[in-house]
């Protein structure tokens, strides 16, 4: 991150409790249906089970997790395409539920969304130039063609590529390219937010830190804000705030991202923390590693109390299999109180006072195709420390 974006984000980022989104308690349930003739709702699917979510105006939000936890979900709910089964969104202090006809068109202006795949998300037959245009003209921001063209061209040159593009399909540039058109589209429309979904899982590694700088510097030119959905701990890393890491559904660890990487608390963040390769030999012999066996449990039939209970190796018998822990700043010396994290025993496995143990195999339950409970196992297995 070059000095003067750090400078521009510290800035950003200094007034606290000034949220551009305030998301709470929410749920994403989608229902599974069977039935040939009536549709009957069998089960749901616990996307995203109760999680509060605050974006400060300006800053990076990353949010990272295991395919199937739910990220993608939440980031469809803060932005009301995928309607929450539960809870509210704020943004910019309007409940963005009770909005309406054109109040919400306008509002949704503010809000815009990368995909990672730029190539599934443009119109193969539309040239750059009416890719571009489309959003700018459903919003009203087309209507003289002169000052239209002048803002094609300070886009293109916002996200570095030539005039010429204009005139050009998706199909003739690159992976990289792309995503910069995809970029380019999602600032026509001058957004506050940007939702940026895994934006550049499908590109070369090269290329992915070209991406990763062109958001950074946009965001200090034009004062945005983003949430950053990624499951690379590497990318939401280098490019967030704060950071959020999502575990079947809920966020179980919340921290400012240097304190995250430094200390990280919750035994998933751990593990997931422990598969990062350090560059530096000898630190890479000393560090932690801790392998996760066994695959993420159905969120059709999540585990009871704390979600990530089957794969724990810090289990414990009291608690762990029957509460659900909240997120909570724990009583530890040192601890940020932007640092939180959903686990009964931080305090103690932070101590020592509990030692990690093999994890034993469990049999969990799940619904056939007649919606019958069948048990199967093990969901996990076994760890190595
Ligand atoms: N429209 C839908 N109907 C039913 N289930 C869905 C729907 N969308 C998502 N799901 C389920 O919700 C869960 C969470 O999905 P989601 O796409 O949010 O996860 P994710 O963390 O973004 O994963 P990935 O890293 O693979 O993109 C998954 O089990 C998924 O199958
Ligand atoms: S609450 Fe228990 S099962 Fe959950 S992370 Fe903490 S120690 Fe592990
Ligand atoms: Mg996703």
């Not at 551009?20 to 089970?49: C, E, N, Q, S, W």
């Not at 910069?180 to 070369?204: C, F, H, M, Q, T």
């Not at 066996?293 to 810090?314: A, E, M, Q, V």
């Not at 009964?344 to 919606?371: C, M, N, R, Y």
């Amino acid at each position: 991150m070059s000095e003067a974006t750090q400078t521009a984000k510290a800035e950003h980022t200094a007034y606290d409790g000034e949220f551009l989104v305030d998301a709470k308690g929410i749920k994403v349930h989608f229902p599974i249906k069977r039935g040939v003739i009536f549709d009957k709702t069998i089960g749901h699917v616990y996307a995203v089970d109760g999680v509060d979510l605050q974006i400060r105006t300006g800053e990076t939000y990353g949010l990272v997790g295991e395919s199937g936890s739910g990220k993608s979900t939440l980031g469809r709910a803060i932005l009301n395409l995928e309607p929450p089964t539960a809870g509210t969104v704020e943004f910019d202090g309007v409940d963005i539920a009770s909005l309406k006809g054109e109040t919400l068109r306008h509002k949704r202006q503010d809000i815009q969304m990368v995909f990672q795949d730029p190539m599934g998300s443009l119109d193969p037959r539309q040239t750059v130039e009416s890719l571009l245009l489309e959003g700018m003209k459903a919003h009203g921001l087309a209507k003289d063609g002169a000052q239209a063209n002048k803002r094609l061209r300070e886009l293109l040159q916002a996200v570095g590529l030539p005039v010429a593009a204009l005139k050009k399909y998706p199909h003739e540039f690159s992976g990289g390219q792309r995503q910069r058109i995809g970029i380019a589209r999602a600032l026509s429309v001058n957004p506050k937010l940007i939702v940026a979904d895994e934006p550049v899982s499908a590109l070369d590694v090269s290329v992915q830190a070209q991406v990763i700088n062109l958001l950074e510097d946009l965001q200090e030119e034009f004062g945005l804000t983003y949430l950053v959905v990624a499951h690379d701990l590497a990318v939401v890393r280098h490019i967030s705030d704060r950071i959020g890491v999502m575990y079947l559904g809920g966020i179980c660890e919340e921290a400012d991202a240097d304190d995250l990487y430094a200390q990280p608390l919750h035994p998933y963040t751990r593990a997931l923390m422990s598969a990062v390769p350090v560059p530096d030999p000898l630190v890479e012999d000393r560090r932690e590693r801790i392998i996760l066996t066994g695959d993420l449990p159905s969120p059709s039939n999540p585990p009871k109390g704390c979600r990530f209970h089957t794969r724990c190796p810090w289990r414990q018998e009291t608690k762990c299999d029957t509460e659900r822990p909240v997120l909570r700043i724990p009583d530890l010396p040192g601890i940020a109180t932007s640092h939180r994290v959903a686990c009964h025993w931080t305090e103690q496995i932070e101590s020592g006072e509990i030692q990690s143990h093999e994890v034993k195999a469990q049999l969990v339950e799940q619904h056939d195709a007649d919606g019958e409970v069948d048990l199967i196992g093990p969901a996990s297995i076994s760890e190595a420390l």
